[in-house]
């Protein structure tokens, strides 16, 4: 199937990393899941047990071309993103608006910039000017390292690379500025561990 961004421009996967790598954890709670997985799975027990209302958003996609071999049968040929996609999650948690985006990376030593896109950064760069907790969860995937990093730090790294800096964020700096977040049994990924310190 062909999905195209609202410019007409080809969407490829490969062409960043993100939060729907199909790498497998090595973990055995959370084998074969990604972050996103995981996420989805923390957030079911946040809503269960009362303590935040956090969803993934939707992405909108409008079908141009479907394919009917036979009547109980039919593929998706071509299809359009509708608009560019902000962040991945939203929500409400403690009556604080909850923004952030969740990304995995293979690389060891460094978080590499590229896989962000500009109209993320800008949306997050809004959210923060409305007083919103925004936030970016990312995972290195070789030893299932899992950090949130606060807007304000990616937001500064991003603006850099255009005067001179690094195309990525070092891992070290991200250890020094971000929270580190250890697995669970429930939640899976207790990211608002991190999110009370950035409140508080």
Partial sequence: ???NYPNGQAFALNRWENSHSSTKSVSFSNRG???EDEIN?????????????IH????????????YPRRSAAKIKEAYF?????????????????DFDAKETQNKTSFPLQNFHEHQIEHMRQCLKQKGICFAIIKFVRDQA??????SDLI????????????SIPRK????????????INPLVPYLDAVDQIIH
């Fill in 1 to 3: 199937m062909t999905i």
């Fill in 33 to 35: 899941m990604t972050l």
């Fill in 41 to 53: 799975k923390s957030n079911q027990y946040y809503l269960a047990n009362g303590i935040a209302v």
């Fill in 56 to 67: 993934k958003k939707p992405t909108p996609i409008q079908i141009v071309s479907v394919d």
């Fill in 82 to 98: 509708q608009r560019a996609s902000t962040t991945d999650y939203n929500g409400v948690y403690q009556g604080h608006y909850i």
């Fill in 146 to 151: 899992i950090f949130v990093l606060k807007a």
């Fill in 156 to 167: 500064s790294a991003w603006d850099a690379q255009f005067d001179g800096g690094r195309k």
């Fill in 173 to 184: 700096e991200i250890e020094a500025k971000a929270y580190q977040i250890d697995y669970r």
